[in-house]
C-alpha cells in the first residue's frame, strides 16, 4: 500500500511540473529571446539558452522610439492603473455598502439592473462611449481611461456585497449604540473586515487596466500619452526591421509589476475569492 500510494504522489508530482513547464515556457521563451541577437531569436528559437547573452535590448529597448523613452511609456501606465484602481475601489466600496446594509425603496431593481450590465459585451458600448467622450473633449486624454473606473464596476460591487453579507449584521447594531452613523459604520466596523475583498478588486483592476490594449488604442492618438501595451505594438514596425530582442527586453519588464502583484497579494486575492459568498 505505502507503495503504490509513493508512486501515485511520484506521478501526480511528474505530471503537475510537465504541466507546469508547459504553461511557464511561452514566459521561459519570452525571457530568453529578450537576451538574443535579433538575428537569433527566430532561426534558433527551440533553444532557451542563447548563445551569447546580449543585454545591450535593454538599454536599446527602454530608449523607445520616436524620440520617447519608455519610461514614459511606464509612468502613463502608472498614472491611468493607479487612479484607475483607486477609483474602482471607493466607487464599487460605497455602491455595495448601500446595496448590502443600506435598505431604500427600488433596491431590488437597481441590483438587477447593475447584474444585467454585466451581460453587456464591451463592443456594444464602444461607440455611444466614445461620442459621449468626444463631445465632452477628453479624446487624446487619460480621462476615458481613468474617471468612469470612478462609477463603479457590477463584478466588483457584486464581490463585494456577497462578502458583505456574510459579516453579521449585529455588528452595525452595536456601532450604531456606540454613536456611529452610515460612514462610520463602514469606516470603523466593516472596513478592517473587507481587506481581503478590497485586495482582490484592487488586483483584477490593476491587470485589466494594466494588460489594456484596445482602450488606449481608441482613446490615444499622441504617442507622448500611449501606455505599455500600446507602445509595444507601436515598437514593432511591419515598414522597417523590428528591434525584436529589444521588444522582447520591454515585454518582460511590462510583466514584472504584474509578477510583483500576484506574488505579494495571492494570499489575499484567494481568501477575497474563496469567502466570496459564504454567511456567518
Known sequence: MKRGKHVYTVLRYAFTSIFALGMMYPLLWMVSSSLKDTSEIFIHAHQLIPSQFKFANYTNGIKGFAGISFVVFFKNSIIITFFSVIGAVLSSLLTAYGFARIRFRGAAIWFACMMTTMMLPHEVL???????????????????????????????????????????????????????????????????????????????????????????????????????????????????????????????????????????????????????????
Open 126 to 280: 464602444t461607440i455611444p462611449q466614445y461620442i459621449l467622450f468626444q463631445k465632452l473633449g477628453w479624446i487624446n486624454t487619460f480621462k476615458p481611461l481613468i474617471i468612469p473606473s470612478f462609477f463603479g464596476g457590477a463584478f466588483f460591487i457584486f464581490l463585494l456585497i456577497q462578502f458583505m453579507r456574510g459579516i453579521p449584521k449585529e455588528l452595525d447594531e452595536s456601532g450604531k449604540i456606540d454613536g456611529c452613523g452610515v460612514f462610520g459604520i463602514l469606516i470603523r466596523i466593516l472596513l478592517p473586515l473587507l481587506v481581503s475583498p478590497i485586495i482582490t478588486v484592487s488586483i483584477f483592476k490593476f491587470y485589466w487596466t494594466w494588460d489594456d490594449f484596445f482602450s488606449p488604442l481608441l482613446y490615444l492618438n499622441s504617442p507622448k500619452l500611449a501606455t505599455v501595451a500600446l507602445a509595444l505594438k507601436n515598437f514593432s514596425d511591419p515598414t522597417m526591421q523590428t528591434d525584436w530582442g529589444a521588444l522582447f527586453a520591454m515585454s518582460v519588464l511590462s510583466l514584472i509589476p504584474i509578477l510583483l502583484v500576484f506574488a505579494f497579494f495571492q494570499k489575499y486575492m484567494v481568501e477575497g475569492i474563496s469567502t466570496t459568498g459564504l454567511k456567518g
